[in-house]
T-cell receptor
């Protein structure tokens, strides 16, 4: 059955290192979202793409985070340099984008990032 | 500012009924979602309301009152597997999904 996939599922890295997280949206979906979830902040929207074009990345720290969709089957979220406060679970979600008002989001399993 | 309020935690007994409330203040309204998230897992879609009233889906029902900025999720015949966080999210006038912090539901035998 169709589902959003994310890699890696877990990542432990040291402060200052580059981290790249990948997401494969459900085939045919044209909206992609990146979220960060922590116990303190809950779900935070980092970036939002429609038809591979970035529509909203206002939730993302621009100096260190970047999000791209090199093609319709791959979305990436990069952190460079990483900091301990970036430790969180990063979720990718995709939606069919058929109608704005009913665009249910389907979440991937998440990448649990720990920055030491 | 935009705000979504939910209780942080609730406890209920297996077999009982529980109602999780959500109040919202957003710039515009284009629908309200409820998602379920088990510990260590991704959120999964439960329901969507855009018109006032009650939507029933098996053991789960969701209610919306747009004039009051209020919704609730009703869970009947509670099972242990219903222990999870329940997230309320509102689609605002810019079609951005504004998320609540979630309600952790603990089910006791």
């Amino acid at each position: 059955d169709a589902r959003v996939t994310q890699t890696p599922r877990h990542k432990v890295t040291e402060m200052g290192q580059e981290v790249t997280m990948r997401c494969q949206p459900i085939l045919g979906h044209n909206t992609v979202f990146w979220y960060r979830q922590t116990m303190m902040q809950g779900l935070e929207l980092l970036a939002y793409f429609r038809n591979r074009a970035p529509l909203d990345d206002s939730g993302m720290p621009k100096d260190r985070f970047s999000a791209e969709m090199p093609d319709a089957t791959l979305a990436t979220l990069k952190i460079q340099p990483s900091e301990p406060r970036d430790s969180a679970v990063y979720f990718c979600a995709s939606g069919p984008g058929l109608a704005e008002v009913t665009d249910t989001q389907y979440f991937g399993p998440g990448t649990r990032l720990t920055v030491l | 500012g935009q705000n979504i309020d939910q209780p942080t935690e609730m406890t209920a007994t297996e077999g009982a009924i529980v109602q999780i409330n959500c109040t919202y203040q957003t710039s515009g309204f284009n629908g309200l979602f409820w998602y379920q998230q088990h510990a260590g897992e991704a959120p999964t879609f439960l329901s969507y309301n855009v018109l006032d009233g009650l939507e029933e889906k098996g053991r789960f029902s969701s209610f919306l009152s747009r004039s009051k900025g209020y919704s609730y999720l009703l869970l009947k015949e509670l099972q242990m597997k219903d222990s999870a966080s329940y997230l309320c999210a509102v689609l605002d006038s810019n079609y951005q999904l504004i998320w609540g912090a979630g309600t952790k539901l603990i089910i006791k035998p």
